[in-house]
Protein backbone atom coordinates (compact mmCIF):
# COMPACT_ATOMS: atom_id res chain seq x y z
CA UNK A 1 0.00 0.00 0.00
CA UNK A 2 1.52 3.42 -0.86
CA UNK A 3 -0.31 7.31 -0.55
CA UNK A 4 0.24 10.27 -2.70
CA UNK A 5 -1.76 13.71 -2.54
CA UNK A 6 -3.64 14.87 -5.76
CA UNK A 7 -5.95 17.34 -7.22
CA UNK A 8 -9.54 16.11 -7.44
CA UNK A 9 -12.13 17.79 -10.09
CA UNK A 10 -15.12 16.73 -10.04
CA UNK A 11 -15.93 17.12 -13.92
CA UNK A 12 -18.54 18.91 -13.20
CA UNK A 13 -17.53 22.16 -11.77
CA UNK A 14 -14.46 24.08 -11.71
CA UNK A 15 -13.81 23.52 -7.92
CA UNK A 16 -10.29 21.67 -7.27
CA UNK A 17 -10.39 19.60 -3.79
CA UNK A 18 -6.80 18.26 -2.59
CA UNK A 19 -7.51 14.65 -1.48
CA UNK A 20 -5.21 11.28 -0.62
CA UNK A 21 -4.95 8.84 -2.61
CA UNK A 22 -4.46 5.37 -1.13
CA UNK A 23 -3.05 3.01 -3.90
CA UNK A 24 -3.77 -0.66 -2.58
CA UNK A 25 -2.31 -3.99 -3.04
CA UNK A 26 -5.36 -5.43 -4.34
CA UNK A 27 -5.11 -3.01 -7.29
CA UNK A 28 -8.05 -0.77 -5.73
CA UNK A 29 -7.99 2.78 -5.28
CA UNK A 30 -8.98 5.04 -2.36
CA UNK A 31 -9.74 8.55 -3.15
CA UNK A 32 -10.69 10.47 0.54
CA UNK A 33 -10.97 14.26 0.75
CA UNK A 34 -13.01 17.14 2.06
CA UNK A 35 -16.60 15.42 1.44
CA UNK A 36 -15.15 12.41 -1.02
CA UNK A 37 -14.59 8.96 -0.14
CA UNK A 38 -14.55 6.49 -2.95
CA UNK A 39 -13.17 3.36 -3.44
CA UNK A 40 -12.18 2.81 -7.30
CA UNK A 41 -11.04 -0.87 -8.74
CA UNK A 42 -8.12 -0.76 -11.38
CA UNK A 43 -9.98 -1.91 -14.12
CA UNK A 44 -12.81 1.01 -13.78
CA UNK A 45 -10.25 3.88 -13.96
CA UNK A 46 -8.10 4.72 -17.15
CA UNK A 47 -4.38 6.79 -16.98
CA UNK A 48 -2.94 9.22 -19.07
CA UNK A 49 0.76 8.22 -20.27
CA UNK A 50 3.74 9.54 -19.16
CA UNK A 51 4.57 12.35 -20.58
CA UNK A 52 7.95 14.02 -18.82
CA UNK A 53 7.25 15.26 -15.72
CA UNK A 54 3.55 16.46 -16.58
CA UNK A 55 1.35 14.99 -13.52
CA UNK A 56 -0.54 12.22 -14.53
CA UNK A 57 -4.52 12.04 -15.07
CA UNK A 58 -6.26 9.22 -13.41
CA UNK A 59 -10.06 9.37 -15.10
CA UNK A 60 -12.85 8.07 -12.55
CA UNK A 61 -16.09 6.03 -13.79
CA UNK A 62 -18.13 8.94 -12.63
CA UNK A 63 -16.26 11.55 -14.86
CA UNK A 64 -14.27 12.52 -12.05
CA UNK A 65 -10.36 12.94 -12.47
CA UNK A 66 -7.12 13.52 -10.24
CA UNK A 67 -3.79 14.82 -11.23
CA UNK A 68 -1.04 13.19 -9.47
CA UNK A 69 2.29 14.81 -9.68
CA UNK A 70 4.44 11.74 -8.34
CA UNK A 71 4.19 10.13 -11.73
CA UNK A 72 6.93 7.32 -10.07
CA UNK A 73 4.45 5.74 -7.72
CA UNK A 74 1.92 5.47 -10.68
CA UNK A 75 4.72 3.94 -12.96
CA UNK A 76 5.88 1.64 -9.39
CA UNK A 77 1.58 0.32 -9.06
CA UNK A 78 0.80 -0.18 -12.12
CA UNK A 79 4.06 -1.92 -12.72
CA UNK A 80 3.05 -3.94 -9.49
CA UNK A 81 -0.25 -4.63 -10.84
CA UNK A 82 1.03 -5.51 -14.32
CA UNK A 83 -0.36 -2.67 -16.18
CA UNK A 84 2.48 -1.84 -18.76
CA UNK A 85 0.76 1.46 -19.93
CA UNK A 86 2.18 2.98 -17.18
CA UNK A 87 5.13 4.49 -18.87
CA UNK A 88 4.28 5.08 -22.39
CA UNK A 89 6.63 5.34 -25.38
CA UNK A 90 6.77 8.68 -25.51
CA UNK A 91 7.81 9.08 -22.14
CA UNK A 92 10.77 6.45 -23.17
CA UNK A 93 11.58 8.45 -26.08
CA UNK A 94 11.82 11.50 -23.92
CA UNK A 95 13.53 10.29 -21.10
CA UNK A 96 16.39 9.27 -23.41
CA UNK A 97 18.70 12.23 -24.18
CA UNK A 98 20.04 10.25 -26.79
CA UNK A 99 17.15 10.05 -28.92
CA UNK A 100 16.74 13.46 -27.97
CA UNK A 101 19.59 14.60 -29.90
CA UNK A 102 19.49 12.56 -32.39
CA UNK A 103 16.44 14.26 -34.04
CA UNK A 104 17.65 17.42 -33.23
CA UNK A 105 21.04 16.60 -34.84
CA UNK A 106 18.65 15.06 -37.86
CA UNK A 107 16.86 18.38 -37.58
CA UNK A 108 19.68 20.23 -38.24
CA UNK A 109 21.53 17.80 -40.87
CA UNK A 110 18.10 17.71 -43.16
CA UNK A 111 17.98 21.44 -42.83
CA UNK A 112 21.36 22.03 -43.69
CA UNK A 113 21.35 19.83 -46.59
CA UNK A 114 18.03 21.17 -47.59
CA UNK A 115 19.54 24.59 -48.22
CA UNK A 116 22.75 23.77 -49.47
CA UNK A 117 21.70 21.00 -52.24
CA UNK A 118 18.14 20.72 -52.08
CA UNK A 119 17.07 24.50 -52.34
CA UNK A 120 19.45 25.09 -55.31
CA UNK A 121 18.43 22.02 -56.82
CA UNK A 122 14.92 22.71 -57.22
CA UNK A 123 15.31 26.44 -57.88
CA UNK A 124 17.26 25.29 -60.70
CA UNK A 125 14.71 22.57 -61.77
CA UNK A 126 11.94 24.92 -61.40
CA UNK A 127 13.66 28.48 -62.64
CA UNK A 128 14.30 26.40 -66.15
CA UNK A 129 11.00 24.73 -66.24
CA UNK A 130 9.17 28.34 -65.31
CA UNK A 131 6.36 28.86 -68.03
CA UNK A 132 7.33 31.56 -70.29
CA UNK A 133 4.15 33.58 -69.00
CA UNK A 134 4.83 33.61 -65.18
CA UNK A 135 8.86 34.37 -66.54
CA UNK A 136 7.33 37.27 -68.41
CA UNK A 137 5.15 38.68 -66.03
CA UNK A 138 8.19 38.10 -63.36
CA UNK A 139 10.13 40.40 -65.61
CA UNK A 140 7.68 42.56 -66.63
CA UNK A 141 7.19 43.76 -62.63
CA UNK A 142 10.25 44.03 -61.65
CA UNK A 143 11.25 46.38 -64.76
CA UNK A 144 8.54 48.07 -63.18
CA UNK A 145 9.19 48.45 -59.87
CA UNK A 146 12.84 49.42 -60.51
CA UNK A 147 11.73 52.33 -62.75
CA UNK A 148 9.32 53.32 -60.12
CA UNK A 149 11.74 53.59 -57.33
CA UNK A 150 15.28 54.43 -59.22
CA UNK A 151 15.67 54.60 -62.84
CA UNK A 152 15.02 57.47 -65.03
CA UNK A 153 14.67 57.73 -68.66
CA UNK A 154 17.85 57.32 -70.58
CA UNK A 155 19.27 60.43 -71.94
CA UNK A 156 21.96 58.54 -73.74
CA UNK A 157 22.69 60.01 -77.35
CA UNK A 158 20.51 58.02 -80.14
CA UNK A 159 23.41 56.83 -82.01
CA UNK A 160 24.90 55.35 -79.34
CA UNK A 161 21.70 53.46 -78.48
CA UNK A 162 21.36 52.67 -82.17
CA UNK A 163 24.83 51.37 -81.98
CA UNK A 164 25.05 48.99 -78.89
CA UNK A 165 21.56 48.05 -80.06
CA UNK A 166 22.77 47.07 -83.30
CA UNK A 167 25.93 45.24 -81.43
CA UNK A 168 23.79 43.41 -79.04
CA UNK A 169 22.02 41.83 -82.10
CA UNK A 170 24.99 40.34 -83.50
CA UNK A 171 25.69 38.69 -80.20
CA UNK A 172 21.95 37.18 -80.27
CA UNK A 173 22.61 35.72 -83.39
CA UNK A 174 25.80 34.19 -82.35
CA UNK A 175 24.06 32.75 -79.08
CA UNK A 176 21.46 30.42 -79.01
CA UNK A 177 18.30 30.93 -77.66
CA UNK A 178 19.19 34.36 -77.18
CA UNK A 179 16.35 35.79 -79.77
CA UNK A 180 14.21 36.94 -76.99
CA UNK A 181 16.72 38.47 -75.19
CA UNK A 182 16.15 43.05 -74.88
CA UNK A 183 18.32 45.18 -74.35
CA UNK A 184 17.19 48.55 -72.39
CA UNK A 185 18.78 51.62 -71.07
CA UNK A 186 17.99 53.78 -68.34
CA UNK A 187 19.45 56.31 -66.53
CA UNK A 188 20.64 54.94 -63.22
CA UNK A 189 20.78 57.77 -61.16
CA UNK A 190 21.96 56.74 -57.35
CA UNK A 191 22.54 53.03 -58.82
CA UNK A 192 25.30 54.46 -60.77
CA UNK A 193 27.41 52.94 -63.23
CA UNK A 194 25.31 48.96 -63.44
CA UNK A 195 23.44 46.15 -65.58
CA UNK A 196 20.83 43.98 -64.77
CA UNK A 197 19.32 40.73 -66.35
CA UNK A 198 16.37 40.59 -65.36
CA UNK A 199 13.80 37.09 -66.36
CA UNK A 200 12.07 36.74 -69.78
CA UNK A 201 15.83 37.75 -70.88
CA UNK A 202 15.95 41.62 -70.27
CA UNK A 203 19.10 43.47 -69.90
CA UNK A 204 19.18 46.82 -68.33
CA UNK A 205 22.62 48.77 -68.90
CA UNK A 206 22.57 52.34 -67.41
CA UNK A 207 23.62 55.69 -69.38
CA UNK A 208 26.43 55.66 -66.57
CA UNK A 209 27.93 52.73 -67.52
CA UNK A 210 28.16 53.49 -70.99
CA UNK A 211 29.61 56.77 -70.30
CA UNK A 212 32.19 55.11 -68.33
CA UNK A 213 33.24 52.59 -70.69
CA UNK A 214 36.02 53.45 -73.08
CA UNK A 215 35.27 51.45 -75.88
CA UNK A 216 32.43 49.51 -76.76
CA UNK A 217 33.87 46.32 -76.54
CA UNK A 218 33.83 47.05 -72.95
CA UNK A 219 29.81 47.68 -73.07
CA UNK A 220 29.89 44.51 -75.07
CA UNK A 221 31.60 42.23 -72.12
CA UNK A 222 29.13 43.39 -69.57
CA UNK A 223 26.74 42.63 -71.88
CA UNK A 224 27.74 39.02 -72.16
CA UNK A 225 28.08 38.66 -68.75
CA UNK A 226 24.60 39.16 -67.91
CA UNK A 227 23.47 37.10 -70.94
CA UNK A 228 25.76 34.17 -68.69
CA UNK A 229 23.36 34.99 -66.05
CA UNK A 230 20.49 34.78 -68.55
CA UNK A 231 21.03 31.65 -69.96
CA UNK A 232 21.94 30.34 -66.48
CA UNK A 233 18.29 31.83 -65.15
CA UNK A 234 20.48 33.09 -62.09
CA UNK A 235 17.66 35.68 -60.96
CA UNK A 236 14.95 33.91 -61.00
CA UNK A 237 16.87 30.81 -59.24
CA UNK A 238 17.66 33.42 -56.36
CA UNK A 239 13.81 34.23 -55.84
CA UNK A 240 13.27 30.89 -55.40
CA UNK A 241 16.14 29.72 -53.28
CA UNK A 242 15.60 32.81 -51.32
CA UNK A 243 11.86 32.18 -50.68
CA UNK A 244 12.30 28.08 -50.16
CA UNK A 245 14.72 29.32 -47.45
CA UNK A 246 12.56 31.53 -45.62
CA UNK A 247 9.85 29.08 -46.00
CA UNK A 248 12.21 26.40 -44.60
CA UNK A 249 13.10 28.55 -41.73
CA UNK A 250 9.54 29.10 -40.79
CA UNK A 251 8.66 25.51 -40.79
CA UNK A 252 11.30 24.30 -38.87
CA UNK A 253 11.00 27.29 -36.25
CA UNK A 254 6.84 26.60 -36.56
CA UNK A 255 7.00 30.81 -36.68
CA UNK A 256 5.70 31.99 -39.83
CA UNK A 257 6.23 35.53 -39.17
CA UNK A 258 9.69 35.39 -39.17
CA UNK A 259 9.76 34.63 -42.18
CA UNK A 260 8.31 37.42 -44.24
CA UNK A 261 11.14 39.63 -43.25
CA UNK A 262 13.72 37.01 -45.84
CA UNK A 263 11.51 37.06 -48.44
CA UNK A 264 13.32 39.64 -50.59
CA UNK A 265 11.91 41.10 -53.90
CA UNK A 266 13.61 40.41 -56.87
CA UNK A 267 14.43 44.06 -57.53
CA UNK A 268 16.03 44.24 -53.83
CA UNK A 269 17.26 41.07 -54.50
CA UNK A 270 19.48 42.53 -57.95
CA UNK A 271 20.61 45.87 -56.44
CA UNK A 272 21.48 45.13 -52.50
CA UNK A 273 21.64 41.35 -51.59
CA UNK A 274 23.30 40.28 -54.94
CA UNK A 275 23.93 37.08 -56.59
CA UNK A 276 26.43 34.75 -55.08
CA UNK A 277 29.82 33.91 -55.83
CA UNK A 278 28.89 30.78 -57.82
CA UNK A 279 26.28 32.90 -59.71
CA UNK A 280 29.39 35.50 -60.54
CA UNK A 281 31.80 32.90 -61.52
CA UNK A 282 29.34 31.16 -64.26
CA UNK A 283 28.40 34.54 -65.26
CA UNK A 284 31.96 35.23 -65.51
CA UNK A 285 32.51 31.88 -67.43
CA UNK A 286 29.96 33.04 -69.79
CA UNK A 287 31.44 36.48 -70.83
CA UNK A 288 35.01 34.83 -70.50
CA UNK A 289 34.17 31.94 -73.73
CA UNK A 290 32.13 34.79 -75.64
CA UNK A 291 35.16 37.45 -75.80
CA UNK A 292 37.42 34.36 -76.64
CA UNK A 293 34.93 32.74 -79.19
CA UNK A 294 34.50 36.17 -80.52
CA UNK A 295 38.40 37.53 -80.80
CA UNK A 296 37.46 39.92 -78.80
CA UNK A 297 40.11 41.54 -75.86
CA UNK A 298 39.80 39.43 -72.75
CA UNK A 299 40.42 42.49 -70.49
CA UNK A 300 37.44 44.74 -72.31
CA UNK A 301 35.83 43.15 -68.89
CA UNK A 302 37.95 43.12 -66.68
CA UNK A 303 38.86 46.97 -67.70
CA UNK A 304 35.58 48.17 -66.93
CA UNK A 305 34.97 46.02 -64.03
CA UNK A 306 38.10 47.55 -62.60
CA UNK A 307 36.49 51.12 -63.75
CA UNK A 308 33.32 50.42 -62.14
CA UNK A 309 35.06 49.33 -58.47
CA UNK A 310 37.38 52.54 -58.92
CA UNK A 311 34.25 54.78 -59.05
CA UNK A 312 33.84 56.31 -56.10
CA UNK A 313 30.00 55.45 -55.60
CA UNK A 314 29.36 52.10 -53.46
CA UNK A 315 27.56 50.41 -56.01
CA UNK A 316 29.78 47.99 -58.73
CA UNK A 317 28.19 45.69 -61.02
CA UNK A 318 24.92 44.23 -59.29
CA UNK A 319 26.95 46.03 -56.06
CA UNK A 320 29.06 42.66 -56.36
CA UNK A 321 32.66 43.77 -56.72
CA UNK A 322 32.36 46.41 -53.53
CA UNK A 323 31.16 43.37 -51.40
CA UNK A 324 33.51 40.76 -52.65
CA UNK A 325 37.29 41.14 -51.86
CA UNK A 326 37.96 38.19 -54.45
CA UNK A 327 37.52 40.98 -57.52
CA UNK A 328 41.31 40.67 -58.21
CA UNK A 329 40.88 36.92 -58.42
CA UNK A 330 37.62 37.18 -60.41
CA UNK A 331 39.54 39.15 -62.83
CA UNK A 332 43.13 37.44 -63.30
CA UNK A 333 41.97 35.23 -66.27
CA UNK A 334 40.39 38.43 -68.12
CA UNK A 335 44.09 39.85 -68.02
ZN1 LIG B 1 26.90 39.40 -62.42
Known amino acids: MSKTTAEYHDGLSSKVVQVELTF ?18 LDDVSFSPRLGNIPRVINLPDGASCHVADNDLID ?4 AQRRGAGSSFIHMLESRIIYVIAAV ?11 VHGVPYFSKKIAFNLPEEVDRQLGKGTLETMDR ?17 SRFDGMKTQIEGSQDYKMLFRHGNEIGANAFAL ?5 VVTDELVELSENDDEVI ?33 GDPFSSSSIVVALPTILVNANYSRE ?20 DSFAN ?25 DRLQRFR
Open 24 to 41: NDDGSIGINGEGIGKLCL
Open 76 to 79: SFLK
Open 105 to 115: LFTALFSWGMV
Open 149 to 165: IMFSESQLDTHVQMRLL
Open 199 to 203: PSGII
Open 221 to 253: AILAHEIGHLIHRHSVRMVLQNSAVAVLIATIT
Open 279 to 298: FEVEADDYAYHYLLDSNMPL
Open 304 to 328: ILERITGDDSEQGVENYLSTHPETS
